[in-house]
């Protein structure tokens, strides 16, 4: 079956424009987990969420961030504002509960 | 709170040689601990985990409660094992915490 995609592949943007960023999660996952990746930073944990509860949105870095998920599947994360330190790649990732994550390819943001 | 410790950011090793990733967590309860690896233009994909006490493309993880360790390890390195790793944590409500990663090159 189809995997987790993400769109746009790749996004170059210019400082202080806004930007969405969509996740298509498996069909069927209730777990749905942004995630950046920056060079030398590993894998930031930036917001999940679960089923209908209230997501989980402590590693938002900003209020200029923010997510929403309609209808239990697709997610968009948005970027207000943006600055070049938001330059990273965005990974999204979706799961049945504490089961594997499945990663999406990442769509990687430049921000000039 | 660090979840997740990799406290190596690089590691080289040569062909053939015996390889070990470091993890460490902090967590109370009984968390499930994970192994994943992203290699070079793929996704990241699950390695491994504990509970299923399974070698995957040689490697294995024993989870040590005691230490609250959860390294990798493989014997004989091989240059397709070059990628990058992470430790990671699932806990309580379904929440995942990752380490920051160990980047693994071997050496042919």
């Known amino acids: 079956g189809a995997g987790v995609s993400q769109s746009p592949s790749n996004k170059v943007t210019e400082k202080g424009k806004d930007v969405e960023l969509r996740c298509d999660p498996i069909?069927?996952?209730?777990?749905l987990y942004w995630y950046r990746q920056s060079l030398g930073q590993g894998l930031e944990f930036l917001i999940y969420?679960?089923?209908?509860?209230?997501?989980?949105k402590s590693g938002l870095p900003s209020d200029r961030f923010s997510a929403e998920r309609t209808g239990g599947s697709v997610s968009t994360l948005t970027i207000q504002r943006t600055q070049q330190e938001d330059s990273a790649v965005y990974l999204c990732?979706?799961?049945?509960?504490?089961?594997?994550?499945?990663f999406g390819p990442g769509t990687r943001l430049t921000v000039t | 709170a660090q979840r997740v410790t990799q406290p190596e950011k690089l590691l080289s090793v040569f062909k053939g040689a015996p390889v070990e990733l470091k993890c460490n967590y902090s967590?109370?309860?009984?968390?499930?601990l994970f192994w994943y690896v992203q290699y070079s233009r793929q996704r990241l994909q699950l390695l491994l985990r504990?509970?299923s006490r399974e070698s995957i493309k040689g490697f294995t993880a024993d989870l040590n409660k005691g230490e609250t360790s959860f390294h990798l390890k493989k014997p004989f390195a091989q240059e397709e094992d070059s990628a990058m790793y992470y430790c990671?944590?699932?806990?309580?409500?379904?929440?995942?915490?990752f380490g920051t990663g160990t980047s693994l090159t071997v050496i042919p």
């Open positions: 969420f679960q089923g209908n509860s209230a997501p989980d």
């Open positions: 504990h509970i």
């Open positions: 990732a979706s799961s049945l509960g504490s089961d594997e994550q499945y």
């Open positions: 990671a944590l699932s806990g309580a409500g379904n929440q995942f915490y």
């Open positions: 967590y109370s309860g009984s968390p499930e």
């Open positions: 069909s069927g996952h209730t777990a």
